[in-house]
């Protein structure tokens, strides 16, 4: 391969990287887009987002069919072929990141495998993947290098027992005890598929609660069934040494509930993602890159360096894939001379547990910690006829509203769909929409999705489905 | 690697870049020109301090700067670079300062915010603070100001829109349901705050439409030019009784000796157009019918008679139609009168034209004869009291009492203001101006 000039370089393909690189394209730039994997759509369509939902989406069936049992409709206990849900899980990104390349393709944008690094403020060289090297010469770049799954420096990372969520979406055989180290997002995603295919759980929290940034009662539904179901959840304590044996991982713990020493079969760290921004050379661009690995970017994406821009995972909390898709535009646009900013008012967030957990905006305990005078309405779905008729009642929609405006700040959902239905309070904050814009519009009934407009007429005192005395609205 | 910033060139601030003359990669020499900015009084180019080759642009047509603000990076070979007149906003941000991405701010957002930014919050401790501390610190909190757009009340679509058309949303009331902003509270901002029309009561407005409901519809903002002469365009309009009147002059001869004479003067670089005369011969039918070249006075109770003869000339530009003054016409003879003509069209349609270049004018003439038509209906440039417009002249049979002969015929239309002239006083005028451009040596007279 020859060496390459770029108008725009972008360095990762992820969703950030791919669609910065689509959106430059798409306004008249000549585009290279390197990425050191095979396959377009980084950690998310290869081993992120993607392949977990395809995993959460068996589990999913496996709870609900074993739960039907219960009402009249058995199926007898599920015959599980890893290889075939492999299979079926590697086809469904396989699909999407063969539309990824087709995409670029289209338009007409050069894609280089291998390890990019900055040797100059216009300059990358790229280890290519097959062998050699390649150098391009850019005009402006997007850095979209992404994150890593950290790892514990007292887990011997070398056994093939300890597992990263990469290694957990392979799937390659199901533990009967397996550590889930890290009670995040991801690790409970992880949880839930290996619970239903068969593994006994124990999952490892150093602070005080299941997904901590969302509000307590959020995550209390999913606290409360992932506590009858798995075999511990140990909050508020710490994972002091892993020993490698013959028959099994022996863990030591401190914590007030936890044992002194277990032992498992398998372990999966998921105690967080650290990002790759030490990783590319970016000193000898001039990009200043913080000493935990992000790069410090202004609300145009820029960074340190005015021809150089940066986005996603590797600019800062919360490493998700919408944020960094939304950024990635503003880094193509500004680079095309548009006045683009990164403004967004509410990134939401999704677990996709069972039951999932989403939450956007304001949540309660920040808005207690920033002293906002907020007023919320929560809705039970226990009062949801299409919760019930799902089988589920433990979920709940609280939605956030400022006491002077009315207008919608923040929303947390727990119950079957919350990553769904959030969106809903996203467009809301963005809007500016208050209760009453929520509650008078006409929500289909019934769905899961009326019990956003229920909180909304919980805090404006309109609402039937519950008796609320003391909100009740009085005469007007 | 050197940045060229706006250097101080008066008493302005804000205004916008109009046109960019260089790209990236371009090589250029001291002094050429850059970008060239639009204040409301003049236009001015920002010429290059040194040799050297354009690295990045930092503006764009269209963004608002202030003296200091960067516009683009040059790399200059080498060669010694003036001294910028404003060191400390030139210099590179330094990135061990608290926040490094305050200093990585984008320059063109941050001269965009400055100024409202800091007339807003004046009096808070923090700005104190800020204006004590650098310029370029000050001005980063200032475009994170604008970036947020904290606590205001518009969608992210309307957001955008403002972005694109550098507007601080901050500063803007919305006029949308419990005060939100809206696309056209954004539109109209662009325009600038235009005093409440006061004949609003009378006159009933059009109603907005929602054209993207037929088809794709892109916005663009007027152009200064016709943000400046639409309301004016609009005030005379509705305040003078308009009628216009046309007639027909026989310029055959005219157009004989105008040949002559524009022969002559290609040799020494400059035309001599049908326009010099008519300005000549309206100057003698001002002089025969003085109500021509008087104004209403303010309580419309009486004439003012003007005792000099300011011509007004329609030019077309691409931006706008502007008007220059040609002033003492009475006191030019043709040659002259045509050498200014042609400078002072170019300078029109270069956007150079200053406030007095357009003021003054006792009567305008508008021509469309480079273009073509038969008679049309120019607007009186009130407080004017009458306008001539002219069209493209043609060769027509025109009955001698023998035979049709082929002479070349000007058509002619002249609006006037039915308070001041009646129409039997405008008939006179117009065969009277007729006269003199069929017989040129009346001018003489």
Not at chain 1, 36 to 48: D, F, H, I, K, Q
Not at chain 2, 53 to 58: F, G, N, Q, Y
């Given at each position: 391969m020859e060496n390459q000039t770029a108008e725009v370089l972008v360095l990762g393909a992820g969703p950030g990287g791919y669609t910065a690189a689509f959106r430059a394209a798409d306004l008249g730039k000549k585009v290279v887009l390197v990425d050191?994997?095979?396959?377009?759509?980084?950690?998310?369509?290869?081993?992120?987002c993607i392949p977990s939902k395809a995993l959460l989406h068996a589990a999913r069936v496996i709870a609900e069919t074993r739960e039907m049992s219960e009402n009249g409709v058995s199926f007898g206990p599920p015959e599980i072929d890893l290889g075939r849900l492999r299979a079926w899980k590697d086809g469904v990104v396989g699909r999407l990141t063969g539309g990824l390349a087709t995409l670029a393709r289209q338009r007409k944008v050069t894609t280089i495998r291998g390890y990019g690094r900055f040797t100059s403020p216009h300059e990358l060289a790229v280890e290519l993947a097959e062998g050699g090297a390649v150098s391009v010469s850019f005009e402006h770049a997007i850095i979209a290098a992404g994150s890593e799954a950290i790892t514990l420096p007292f887990i011997p990372a070398s056994d093939p027992r300890v597992i990263d969520s990469t290694g957990a979406l392979e799937v390659e055989e199901v533990p009967s005890r397996l550590l889930v180290i890290g009670g995040g997002i991801i690790g409970l995603e992880m949880a839930t598929v290996y619970h239903e295919l068969g593994a006994q759980i124990t999952v490892v929290e150093l602070l005080d609660q299941l997904i901590p940034g969302a509000d307590r009662d959020v995550v209390a539904p999913l606290a409360k069934r992932v506590a009858r179901l798995y075999e511990n959840v140990f909050l508020r304590t710490r994972v002091t040494g892993v020993e490698a044996r013959p028959d099994g991982l022996a863990v030591s713990f401190d914590g007030a509930k936890a044992p002194a020493t277990d032992t498992f079969d398998r372990i999966l760290v998921a105690v967080g993602r650290r990002p790759?921004?030490?990783?590319?050379?970016a000193e000898r661009a001039g990009v200043a890159v913080d000493p935990s690995g992000f790069i410090p970017v202004s609300k145009q994406m820029r960074t340190s360096v005015p021809h150089i821009f940066a986005i996603g995972d590797v600019v800062g909390q919360p490493m998700l894939a919408h944020k960094a898709m939304h950024e990635a535009k503003v880094a193509a646009e500004v680079i095309a001379g548009k006045n683009s900013f990164f403004d967004a008012r509410a990134i939401p967030s999704v677990a996709y547990t069972d039951p999932e957990v989403a939450w956007a905006g304001v949540t309660e305990n920040e808005a207690r910690a920033a002293g906002v005078a907020y007023g919320k309405g929560v809705f039970p779905w226990a009062a949801s006829g299409r919760s019930l008729t799902l089988g589920r009642s433990e979920g709940m929609t609280k939605v956030l509203f400022d006491e002077a405006t009315g207008r919608v700040i923040g929303c947390g959902i727990t119950g079957p769909s919350a990553g769904d239905l959030i969106a809903e309070a996203v467009l809301a904050i963005e809007m500016g929409a208050d209760a009453a814009d929520i509650g008078l519009t006409i929500h289909p009934h019934p769905t899961l999705s009326e019990t956003v407009a229920m909180a909304a007429e919980a805090f404006e005192g309109t609402i039937t489905d519950l008796y609320l005395p003391r909100r009740r609205e009085t005469a007007r | 690697m050197t940045d060229v910033s706006v250097p101080d060139?008066?008493?302005?601030?804000?205004?916008?870049?109009?046109?960019?003359?260089v790209a990236p990669g371009d090589v250029v020499s001291n002094e050429d020109p850059l970008v060239t900015l639009e204040s409301d009084k003049a236009t001015m180019d920002i010429p290059s301090p040194a040799a050297g080759?354009?690295?990045?642009?930092?503006v764009k047509v269209g963004d608002l700067v202030s003296r200091g603000s960067v516009i683009l990076s040059l790399d200059t070979e080498g060669a010694e670079v003036e001294p910028p007149p404003l060191t400390d906003q030139q210099?590179?941000?330094?990135?061990?300062?608290?926040d490094p991405v305050e200093a990585a701010r984008e320059p063109a957002a941050r001269s965009i915010a400055e100024a409202p930014v800091a007339g807003a919050t004046a009096g808070a401790g923090e700005v104190g603070a800020a204006a004590g501390a650098s310029a370029a610190a000050g001005a980063g909190a200032g475009a994170e100001a604008l970036a947020d757009f904290?606590?205001?009340?518009?969608s992210p679509g309307v957001r955008r829109l403002a972005r694109e058309l550098g507007l601080d949303l901050t500063a803007l009331s919305g006029t949308g349901p419990k005060g939100r902003i809206t696309k056209e509270d954004v539109i109209a901002g662009v325009r600038g705050p235009v005093a409440a029309p006061p004949a609003a009561a009378g006159i009933p407005q059009v109603p907005a439409q929602d054209f993207s409901k037929f088809g794709p519809v892109e916005v663009r903002p007027l152009t200064r030019i016709q943000r400046l002469s639409g309301p004016a365009l609009h005030r005379s309009w509705l305040n003078v009784p308009h009628v216009t009147h046309d007639d027909e002059a026989d310029i055959t001869d005219l157009d004989a000796y105008r040949r002559e004479l524009d022969t002559a003067a290609k040799a020494e670089g400059y035309r001599v157009t049908l326009l010099a005369f008519l300005l000549k011969a309206s100057v003698s039918a001002l002089r025969e019918f003085p109500k021509f070249n008087s104004s209403l006075t303010p309580e419309k109770d009486a004439l003012i008679y003007k005792g000099y003869y300011h011509l007004g000339v329609a030019v077309d530009t691409p931006d706008g139609l502007v008007v220059p003054v040609i002033r003492d016409v009475d006191r030019k003879g043709v040659t002259e009168l045509s050498k200014e003509l042609g400078v002072t069209s170019a300078r029109a349609r270069e956007g150079k034209l200053g406030l007095a270049d357009l003021q003054g004018a006792c009567f305008t003439i508008s021509s469309l004869g480079g273009i073509g038509g038969t008679s049309f209906t120019p607007i009186v440039n009130a407080p004017e009291v009458a306008i001539l417009g002219v069209v493209r002249s043609r060769m027509a049979p025109v009955w001698d009492g023998e035979a049709f002969v082929p002479r070349l015929m000007l058509p002619l239309s002249l609006s006037y203001d039915h308070r001041v002239i009646d129409g039997a006083l405008a008939a006179r005028f117009a065969r009277y101006l007729c006269g003199v451009l069929e017989d040129i040596r009346r001018l003489v007279l």
């Open positions: 050191r994997e095979p396959a377009l759509g980084g950690v998310c369509l290869n081993v992120g790759n921004g030490s990783l590319i050379g | 060139l008066g008493d302005f601030a804000d205004v916008p870049v109009i046109e960019i003359h080759t354009v690295r990045e642009l930092r210099e590179p941000p330094t990135l061990d300062a608290a904290d606590g205001v009340h518009a």
